[in-house]
């Protein structure tokens, strides 16, 4: 890859807010140019959390004891792989460290503790307090927010971003730089300008100086010809050509476009190690990247990796649901109640014949989650059938009159007006009486 680290910072009187593309009045635009780029997937990829971060600006705060049991299901997935290779916290709250004190205690290698803070000094004396060997500093890239929020104009921000990276270097923590809002940031006037500085400090350390591409508003389109600023691709491919390793790039998106999942993945494919991710996709607004999405997600890309475990995937959903009182849609993939349920009676017949013609992939195996059929009115002898035989000891054809005679005790349900599904309870009910009480044994 050719390097150009000749970047000098556009000093600007007044904000560019791209506004050809970001009429506040109008949809933002997705512009393309005739600038094609390759694919460079690096040889490793892995995910880090922000579920104890931007999650917790998303709901009440957890518990320490909350966190501290996220915290063990993000290691008992990860396996010690380092897939899941770093959390972020924040710092400011007694309830904040005492989490941090919790999770350390593990002496996990995976996922490593780290924190987020401001670019002030003051916070950076919570860094030192915690001991943390990296912390996340906020470095807001864009006109909109150095302009309209910080008040300031580009050199003063980038002044006052380097000053703060330097105490961190001085105190041998790894920066990690949360460029805000880089999808509406002039990029070749601050982004670049800023990056090559920050590798300079690298090289003049001899450290690492991470960057985070916060797309804070998901604007983040992940198509290689969409142009910048919104364009993920060329996002990552210029940081890379101007000199920052992939292994120290991160990407992190938000939900506000339906494209957070796919533009965590281009951030991977483009040159981009870490996807920035938490646990069910719950973050501030719409959300960041969810955590079980992109373990999937790698495993599609790199193949499976031996000591993940991906069935705790679905422990950690149950306990989101039982105790931290998150409410996952039943159509949620991976982990919804209903996501490897059919209720249409085609379906079950398909699955009846063979289990691979609707379920994508082998969820028993892969998640604990056996396919299964939920029974509506238009679920069919071949739904009754599967949900029979998923349930007790015995092959059973279709057309057996005690399955007639369970279908008709569901049609005339329906025929009465009924909107609801019919539920198991209902359903072991009416296969007791079809059967005369004399069952097969329930199968373990």
């Known amino acids: 890859m050719k390097l150009n680290k000749n970047y000098k910072l556009a000093n600007v009187s007044k904000p560019n807010l791209f506004r050809d593309t970001f009429l506040y009045t109008d949809f933002p635009k997705a512009i393309f140019d005739k600038q094609k780029i390759a694919c460079e997937i690096p040889e490793n990829i892995w995910i880090t959390d922000t579920t104890f971060r931007d999650g917790q600006q998303a709901r009440p705060p957890y518990m320490p004891e909350q966190i501290l049991r996220i915290y063990d299901l993000l290691h008992e997935i990860d396996g010690g792989t380092g897939l899941i290779r770093q959390c972020e916290f924040f710092l400011y709250s007694k309830r904040d460290q005492e989490a941090i004190k919790l999770c350390r205690e593990r002496r996990y290698k995976f996922p490593e503790i780290t924190g987020w803070i401001r670019a002030v000094a003051d916070d950076f004396k919570l860094v030192s307090k915690m001991g943390l060997g990296e912390t996340?500093?906020?470095?807001?890239?864009?006109?909109?927010?150095?302009?309209?929020?910080?008040?300031?104009?580009?050199?003063?921000?980038?002044?006052?971003?380097?000053?703060?990276?330097?105490?961190?270097?001085?105190?041998d923590?790894?920066?990690?730089?949360?460029?805000?809002?880089?999808?509406?940031?002039?990029?070749?006037?601050?982004?670049?300008?800023f990056a090559a500085e920050l590798m300079k400090l690298s090289k003049e350390y001899d450290k690492p100086v991470k960057i985070r591409l916060?797309?804070?508003?998901?604007?983040g389109l992940p198509w290689a010809q969409a142009a910048l600023p919104r364009g993920v691709p060329k996002l990552v491919r210029g940081l890379r050509q101007v000199g920052v390793p992939s292994e120290w790039l991160e990407w992190h998106g938000h939900n506000d476009?339906?494209?957070?999942?796919?533009?965590?993945?281009?951030?991977?494919?483009?040159?981009?190690?870490?996807?920035?991710?938490?646990?069910?996709?719950?973050?501030?607004?719409?959300?960041?990247?969810?955590?079980?999405?992109?373990?999937?997600?790698?495993?599609?890309?790199?193949?499976?990796?031996?000591?993940?475990n991906y069935a705790a995937i679905t422990e950690l959903a149950e306990?989101?649901?039982?105790?931290?009182?998150?409410e996952i849609p039943r159509n949620y993939p991976l982990v919804g109640m209903d996501f490897n349920v059919t209720r249409a009676g085609i379906h079950a017949d398909g699955l009846l014949k063979n289990e691979e013609i609707y379920n994508c992939f082998d969820t028993k195996k892969l998640l604990n989650r056996p396919v299964?059929?939920?029974?509506?009115?238009?679920?069919?002898?071949?739904?009754?059938?599967?949900?029979?035989?998923?349930?007790?000891?015995?092959?059973?054809?279709?057309?057996?009159?005690?399955i007639t005679q369970i279908k008709d005790r569901i049609d005339s349900e329906y025929a009465a007006d009924r909107v609801?599904?019919?539920?198991?309870?209902?359903?072991?009910?009416?296969?007791?009486?079809?059967?005369?009480?004399?069952?097969?044994?329930?199968?373990s």
């Open 136 to 171: 996340g500093i906020l470095t807001s890239a864009s006109d909109y927010h150095i302009f309209l929020k910080l008040r300031k104009t580009r050199a003063q921000a980038m002044n006052a971003y380097l000053d703060i990276v330097k105490t961190a270097l001085d105190s």
């Open 173 to 193: 923590v790894i920066p990690r730089c949360h460029f805000e809002d880089i999808t509406r940031a002039d990029y070749k006037g601050f982004v670049l300008p």
């Open 214 to 219: 916060c797309d804070t508003l998901g604007f």
């Open 257 to 308: 476009f339906h494209k957070v999942q796919v533009n965590a993945a281009a951030a991977w494919l483009y040159g981009c190690c870490a996807a920035n991710t938490a646990i069910f996709g719950c973050g501030e607004r719409t959300g960041n990247p969810p955590l079980e999405a992109m373990v999937v997600e790698h495993a599609q890309l790199k193949g499976m990796t031996k000591g993940i």
């Open 319 to 326: 306990y989101a649901g039982k105790e931290l009182g998150f």
């Open 372 to 402: 299964s059929v939920a029974i509506t009115d238009k679920t069919g002898a071949a739904g009754i059938k599967h949900w029979v035989e998923a349930r007790y000891d015995i092959q059973i054809p279709k057309h057996d009159p005690r």
């Open 420 to 443: 609801s599904m019919i539920s198991d309870e209902e359903m072991f009910g009416w296969t007791r009486e079809a059967f005369n009480g004399n069952l097969p044994s329930l199968r």
